[in-house]
């Protein structure tokens, strides 16, 4: 566990790794989900394609989605684009640079499903082995329309009676998963030139610009942390007194009701009594019952003056 | 656990290391990709060689392109490259230096593919089937088909369960000959590899060895300063951020707007310990005056330097004593953005 932390700190230690480690785990769980996921091809003609574009393009979404969820950033980017002026001016660039990132680095776990599922060919083959051209297969040649395009949805569907040792289904599966394999890498290679330009060529133009923006949005996340815990700090010390307040008020009740011997000897004001003077069953229960139905109002002016 | 974290640490160290880690990691990474891929030869005659070279050379060209993409050095040699001169001369050695150890290190996960798609074979396998030479393998007495025929059966190699040429050469014949072909040329690739490595690693201590020195030398140093810089900087912002929050809490609790609704009970030169820590605000209606003004009106991003620690580079610099706190306020804005 003790590596574990170690790099758990490391990935705290700067909040853009934390949103990398955010963005690498996201898509190792759109691959291990892909794996997981049981994918069970309809076979009829007009239900396949629906599901297999479905499977393709539905999880990218939901994917999407959760990674801007769970990218602090974006709440942060939102609330600076909607903040009213006041003192201080807005600097769109910044709110630019803060979404550009954002959507870029929740767009890696859609891309590496839709990659995945491409490579791994069987979306492809059921959604398009309807939309095949028979003649091309030796065996299905000869059907009819209908029956053909009966049979071709079912290719699929390696246990199915009709299709079990067919040996034009493995012609058309292979075919249409060589189709599908070329465009996941060509898609892959694609995206792979686009960003190898972005990061060789963005340097070329407005560096400066992009130094400001990236210092100012960094700026704006910590400084809206900072506050969240001087708050918390604050609210700790708020509470604190108030509580101080209420118990050393439910002393001085106590004190006014009581009859026990003052002992004078036990020098109140000097020590400081932990038991605030409640003593017995009953105090503490008339302490209780005051937090509960009459709590002290959020107002420590008068304690702090002392 | 002591030795991971020396190890994590010395990666961490230097950049050079740190990409060192990465290499490797995309080595292996490029191997378990390779198995993981389900290679599946279309067995059609044109399809094949496409589909093989294909899936023989598109992905190494991905990984090497992806080696650069994932070096955080490659901005930074952008950088270099087009900063302007200013006061700083720009040296062109070091930047060839950069360039020639960050392609280096992005060639070794294509290296990796190349040389295990070819000892697998399937892929020349594949390729190549159409191409066999039925002549010296094959049955000769068989009787002649057309070319275009002949090429459709010999595509069907790579898939034993539907070739039907099995009279006219055998399958496992066919296969053996271009496996070992494959295997080959996946050990003529792997050294030729590790003797290029080897010699640019011998030869160059014999020539260059000083400009090697200087170009290493001052490449670390680009990306130390960086890396630098970016602590500094974010070190700052922290700094600012904490005393802009805590000059804005103050201003709230002296506000007259806040006053209005509660009065201050105490003068501010007053106080114990305990309103200093609670930053003057003591009750609800002043927090959450502070709370609604924190979203609607945010404080200039201008410190008052009679609020900032002693030491602070920022004191003193450049802000004019004279205006008093509450103008300044307004005009704070033209100063804000650096």
């Known amino acids: 566990t003790d590596h574990f932390r170690m790099i758990f700190q490391y990935f705290q230690s700067n909040s853009e790794s934390v949103m990398n480690g955010i963005c690498g785990l996201l898509a190792l769980a759109s691959i291990k989900t892909y794996t997981c996921f049981d994918f069970s091809c309809p076979c009829l003609p007009w239900y396949n394609m629906a599901y297999g574009f479905g499977i393709m393009f539905v999880p990218p979404v939901a994917l999407f989605l959760c990674g801007l969820i769970l990218n602090r950033q974006s709440l942060v980017m939102l609330e600076e684009w909607r903040r009213p002026q006041g003192h201080r001016k807005k600097d769109l660039a910044v709110i630019r640079y803060m979404c550009s990132s954002i959507v870029q680095r929740a767009m890696v776990a859609p891309v590496v499903w839709i990659i995945v599922t491409l490579l791994d060919g069987k979306c492809l083959i059921c959604a398009f082995s309807a939309s095949m051209d028979p003649k091309k297969f030796v065996g299905f040649a000869n059907a009819s329309l209908v029956q053909v395009q009966q049979l071709l949805a079912k290719v699929p569907c390696k246990d199915d009676e009709l299709m079990r040792n067919n040996t034009s289904r493995k012609a058309v599966s292979r075919y249409l998963r060589c189709w599908s394999q070329a465009l996941g890498w060509s898609i892959l290679l694609i995206l792979i030139v686009a960003a190898f330009l972005a990061r060789w060529l963005r340097p070329c133009f407005n560096q400066a610009t992009l130094l400001q923006a990236h210092h100012w949005s960094n700026y704006i996340d910590i400084e809206q942390r900072i506050f969240e815990e001087t708050c918390c700090e604050h609210s700790r010390l708020f509470a604190h007194k108030c509580i101080l307040h209420f118990f050393e008020s439910m002393r001085q009740e106590i004190k006014l009701h009581s009859f026990s011997l003052p002992r004078e000897g036990e020098g109140a004001e000097g020590k400081e009594d932990l038991l605030w003077g409640i003593t017995d069953h009953d105090q503490v229960n008339k302490l209780l019952k005051m937090w509960y139905y009459e709590k002290p109002p959020l107002d420590v002016s008068q304690v702090t003056q002392r | ?338």
């Open chain 2, 1 to 338: 656990m002591d030795k991971f974290r020396m190890i994590f640490q010395f990666l961490q160290s230097n950049q050079e290391s740190f990409m060192n880690g990465i290499c490797g990691i995309m080595a292996l990474a490029s191997a378990q990709i390779y198995s993981a891929f389900d290679f599946n030869c279309p067995c059609l005659p044109h399809y094949n060689l496409a589909y093989g070279l294909g899936i023989l050379l598109v992905p190494p060209f991905i990984l090497f392109l992806m080696g650069f993409v994932l070096n955080n050095n490659i901005s930074m040699l952008a950088e270099e490259w087009r900063r302007p001169q200013g006061q700083r001369g720009k040296d062109r050695a070091v930047l060839r230096y950069m360039f020639c150890s960050m392609a280096q290190r992005a060639m070794i996960a294509p290296a990796v593919w190349v040389s295990v798609t070819l000892l697998d074979g399937k892929c020349i396998t594949c390729a190549f089937c159409t191409s066999v030479p039925v002549e010296t393998l094959g049955n000769t007495s068989h009787p002649s088909l057309s070319q275009g025929e002949m090429k459709q059966v010999l595509a069907r190699i790579p898939c034993k369960e539907i070739y039907n040429g099995q009279e006219l050469i055998a399958n496992e014949v066919a296969v053996r000959y271009l496996r070992c072909i494959s295997q080959a040329l996946g050990w003529c690739f792997v050294l030729l590899m590790t003797t290029l490595a080897f010699l640019v690693r011998s030869l160059r201590p014999c020539f260059t060895q000083a400009a090697f020195l200087k170009s290493r030398y001052w490449s670390h140093y680009i990306d130390i300063e960086r890396k630098l810089f970016d602590e500094t900087c974010a070190e700052h912002a922290r700094s600012f951020a904490k005393v802009c929050i805590q000059q804005f809490f103050k201003g709230m609790s002296t506000d007259p707007a806040a006053a209005r609704c509660h009065p201050p009970r105490k003068a501010p030169g007053d106080t114990g310990e305990g309103a200093e820590k609670l930053l003057g605000i003591t009750d609800q209606g002043t927090m959450n005056m502070a709370l609604k003004s924190w979203h609607r009106c945010k404080p200039p991003l201008h410190l008052h330097p009679a609020a900032l620690p002693s030491g602070n580079s920022w004191a003193g610099e450049g802000q004019p004593p004279t205006h008093p706190p509450v103008p300044r306020r307004e005009t704070a804005a033209y100063y804000s953005w650096v």
